[in-house]
């Protein structure tokens, strides 16, 4: 079945399990240009509703998973997380509500033109300085709003003001982190086996038979916020730099891993930022999902200037 016959036969089908539900499949842009068809299901009850995106549904009815199955799960997914009753977007345009909500985000300028039309910003190396609202108290998980104009108009307030409290906010509630590789690596493990124990499957289900610990490269560090979620904003405090830098005794290299968290390393003799800069190009190319790519340009944090450049 053919791309758009298959979003026509799920849509009757969720909609037929939902007892004639009124289904929607809409085009949406996400980060850096990467777009999707997202179904969202309208309640009568509820103003509120997760768009669920179809993109993996299609892969995996193409490798003959079936329709019927696919459907149930959609179905369960919104049953999970849809809003319960209607809820008011009248304090969205309240600052005083609003305010305590605001946070902030890096992204890729370039990737990110259309985006970025309606969406103020703060340039920042060859980067985006966003805000957006943590709204995942609304019944949504990891929901939010990206600040736009019509925002700024409805509240009264310049862009700087807003980006102000952001920042403010940031340091209260998403503080940047730093961790060793190492430590990384013995926590996505220990996840990945609780996962498997979720799942009542065996603990090295998700880790295959190489059990022996990963050297962790000497001397390398990452940085993200606390809740992790677009960590890469923790550079914008240059606090955790300082503090390896002088540690090092060096400048720190900073590679932008993803929109949620970037690798420190000192800039020491048989390191340097040509040879990171085509690792983290091909790491971009084949590893990171596009949505989650922040730049193809390595940075260095200066000692003597305090101050963060591109360094290739």
């Known amino acids: 079945m053919e791309y758009e016959k298959f979003k026509e036969a799920l849509t009757n089908e969720v909609s037929r399990l939902l007892g004639g539900a009124e289904i929607s499949i809409r085009r949406y842009v996400k980060m850096n240009g990467l777009a999707y068809d997202g179904l969202t299901v309208f309640d009568r009850e509820s103003n509120l509703s997760?768009?669920?995106?179809?993109?993996?549904?299609?892969?995996?009815?193409?490798?003959?998973?079936?329709?019927?199955?696919?459907?149930?799960?959609?179905?369960?997914?919104?049953?999970?997380?849809k809003v319960p009753g209607k809820v008011s977007v009248d304090h969205f345009s309240d600052y005083g509500w609003a305010k305590e909500k605001l946070r902030v985000r890096l992204i890729n300028r370039v990737m990110n033109v259309e985006r970025l039309k309606d969406v103020p910003y703060r340039t920042f190396l060859d980067l985006a300085e966003c805000v957006y609202l943590d709204i995942d108290d609304l019944g949504i998980p990891n929901a939010t709003c990206p600040v736009r104009d019509r925002e700024l108009k409805s509240w009264g307030k310049t862009f700087e003001e807003v980006l102000a409290d952001a920042e403010e906010n940031m340091k209260v509630y998403e503080p940047g982190e730093l961790s060793g590789i190492g430590d990384v690596i013995r926590n996505l493990k220990e996840e990945l086996r609780g996962m498997a124990g979720r799942m009542n499957q065996p603990e090295d289900f998700f880790l295959g038979e190489e059990q022996d610990e990963i050297p962790a490269p000497p001397r390398m560090f990452v940085l993200t916020t606390k809740g992790k979620t677009f960590g890469a904003a923790a550079i914008l405090d240059k606090s955790p730099l300082r503090t390896l830098a002088n540690l090092f005794g060096a400048d720190v290299y900073v590679i932008p891993s993803s929109i949620h968290e970037v690798i420190l390393l000192p800039d020491e003799e048989g390191t340097s930022a040509e040879n990171l800069r085509e690792m983290l190009v091909s790491i971009n190319r084949c590893e990171v999902p596009q949505g989650d790519i922040l730049s193809n340009h390595v940075y260095r944090y200066e000692r003597e200037s305090d101050e963060l450049v591109i360094a290739g």
């Open 50 to 81: 997760p768009t669920i995106p179809l993109t993996q549904f299609y892969e995996q009815y193409t490798t003959g998973r079936d329709l019927c199955g696919i459907a149930e799960e959609v179905v369960s997914f919104y049953r999970e997380y």
